[in-house]
């Protein structure tokens, strides 16, 4: 079954405007990780955030992590075209090694 | 950058030909994982390690092996390559010494086969 899910699939914007993409998993989370993706290209890691976190910022990013309802959100503020990207979600779930991968928000900003 | 390189960056093979993808990292880190990422699925794990000599199955191990003879280097081997093996295949490392920090990735191998 798919532990991560990502919402929306796909989300395009105009520049200037902020983006938000929610990841959802099923089970007990060690930590939960934001990847940047860019076409054809290799992933970029943005943030970390640890299962006792509520909430962690990096430049124009912000992760929350709401455990009680087993979902995080990215915000990505002030969008710009090259934020366009594929971001994906990554849970280390409790009891696991690697990370569980949600199928990704593929962003559009509209110039 | 977490020093990590793959090689090759691009292959084509044939069905029933083997195949070997290298992962380099150059910062000593203990744990080592291989990825594939296909449309539709996200990445997968495929095999990790936690040591030279140690590894262990992911969620996607059916028809790959893994070895890690020193630590620096992370294989991963495709005995006999089907056309279900076609992806791009993606080697991380796991800042620290520990599973639970950041996991930095390489650029990636994309591997095709006829």
């Known amino acids: 079954s798919q532990q991560g899910e990502e919402d929306p699939q796909a989300l395009s914007i105009q520049e200037g405007e902020n983006a938000t993409m929610n990841c959802s998993y099923k089970?007990?989370?060690?930590?939960l990780q934001w990847y940047r993706q860019n076409s054809g290209r290799g992933l970029v890691h943005l943030i970390l955030?640890?299962?006792?976190?509520r909430e962690k910022h990096s430049g124009r990013l912000r992760v929350t992590l709401d455990t009680s309802k087993k979902s995080s959100s990215l915000l990505i503020t002030a969008s710009r075209a090259a934020d366009t990207a594929s971001y994906f979600c990554a849970m280390l779930l409790a009891g696991a090694d690697g990370l569980t991968f949600g199928k990704g928000t593929h962003l559009i900003i509209q110039p | 950058d977490a020093g990590i390189t793959q090689s090759p960056r691009h292959k084509v093979t044939e069905t029933g030909t083997p195949v070997t993808l290298r992962c380099h990292q150059t910062?000593?880190?203990?744990?080592m994982y291989w990825y594939r990422q296909d449309p539709g699925h996200g990445l997968r794990l495929i095999h990790y390690s936690y040591g030279v000599k140690d590894t262990d199955k992911g969620e996607v191990s059916d028809g790959y092996s893994v070895s890690r003879s020193k630590t620096e280097d992370f294989l991963l081997t495709l005995e006999s390559a089907t056309s279900s093996q076609t992806s791009v295949y993606f080697c991380?490392?796991?800042?620290?010494?520990?599973?639970?920090?950041?996991?930095?990735f390489g650029p990636g191998t994309r591997l095709t086969v006829l």
């Open positions: 910062e000593n880190h203990r744990y």
């Open positions: 991380a490392i796991s800042e620290s010494g520990t599973q639970y920090n950041e996991q930095f």
């Open positions: 089970t007990s989370i060690n930590n």
């Open positions: 955030i640890r299962s006792n976190e």
